[in-house]
């Protein structure tokens, strides 16, 4: 990552702007210490899709944890003492407590 002063950057700042937009980050210094970093607006969507493809990719190359769940929309919502009893399940799984 490039590094400027805050004296430089503002008499250069077309160049600066030219440089994050190009795609390069710029942290901006006052005094020698770090108070700014510049860095292009907004990523490229190949970037996320890629992005998307190794997090999903290595998702399902991990082994799950836990024992399987076999759910159905009835067993969650049928009635509320079912729905009760799997808040404390998934709390004691977590090892999280609920407040009520």
Known sequence: MKTI???DANHHFSRLLNAVSGGESVTVLSRGKPVA???PAAGDA???KEARRKLLTRLHSQTPTGEARDWRRDDLYGDTLMWDA???AVAAENRCRVLV
């Open 37 to 39: 970093v510049l860095s």
């Open 86 to 88: 799997l808040i404390l």
């Open 5 to 7: 002063s805050a004296a």
């Open 46 to 48: 190949t970037e996320r």
